[in-house]
């Protein structure tokens, strides 16, 4: 608590407002404000007020054997591609390319996020095993029985994508969450979680299953603007990352 001290003078009564000599001086209280939350340097946002992930850059794709080439988008639409783009709903695509792009944030490429070619390994497989389960119906319980599922949940779809990192060995609910590695916003992912919902943002996407403040409205797993605000949720993210 901070400690309020008065001046020589004032403590005579000398200025307006002084107290005179022997008189015993009220406590006086302060009200600390709110912390700041700790935004680490160079951080990946984890709110927008636009909508728009629409990206026209260079995109590349890393083949199986490590080779970064250019990426040539597949010329068949799919039914998913149609609307938002990626593979069709309900899909558990295990040849989904992995996709790079420049720079130090993931974009939005055809439904599916390319991870930032900055980003450490651990954030590129996290993006790749997120991209896997996309356009998947959201299914209550899904994912947490096993981390294969023909659809997930909230907290499901989580698990699934930290699981891709190797950062986690069994699925965790929303509230198991809540407690989950470290506290405060992450340099490139952060989760959000309460008792009853979870999401994640990876290198500036949102990973969801709700359509909130998202214009496709659309349920399930999928990459997705930021929200404005994460209000109500608490916010963790894993150690180092």
């Known amino acids: 608590m901070a400690l309020l001290t008065l001046g020589a003078q004032d403590a005579w009564g000398s200025n307006p407002g002084g107290v005179a000599a022997g008189t015993p001086t009220p406590a006086k209280h302060t009200t600390k404000a709110p912390a700041k939350p ?6 990946a946002p984890i ?8 990206y026209h850059g260079p995109v590349y794709e890393r083949t199986p054997t490590g080779e970064v080439v250019p990426y ?11 609307g938002t783009g990626g593979s069709a709903a309900g899909t558990l695509s295990a040849t989904k390319p992995e996709l790079l792009v420049p720079g130090n944030k993931a974009r939005y490429v055809e439904g599916l996020a390319a991870a930032p070619e900055s980003a450490p390994a651990v954030v590129q497989d996290i993006v790749w095993a997120a991209n896997q389960i996309v356009g998947l119906p959201y299914i209550y319980g899904g994912g947490h029985g096993s981390f294969v599922s023909p659809g997930y949940d909230c907290s499901g779809t989580v ?12 699925p965790e609910d929303s509230s198991e969450f809540m407690g989950w590695g470290s506290a405060g916003q992450g340099r490139w992912v952060t989760i959000f979680s309460n008792p009853e919902h979870a999401y994640m943002t990876v290198a500036g996407l949102r990973l969801d299953t709700s359509p909130a403040e998202d214009p496709t409205n659309r349920q399930g797993p999928r990459w997705r603007n930021l929200r404005h605000t994460n209000a109500s949720y608490l916010v963790r993210h894993p150690l180092g990352l």
């Open 38 to 43: 700790i935004v680490p340097p160079g951080a």
């Open 47 to 54: 709110t927008s007020n636009s909508t728009n992930i629409a």
């Open 72 to 82: 040539v988008a597949p010329s068949t639409e799919t039914a998913e591609t149609a």
């Open 159 to 170: 698990s699934y994508a930290l699981h891709g990192g190797s950062l986690l060995s069994q």
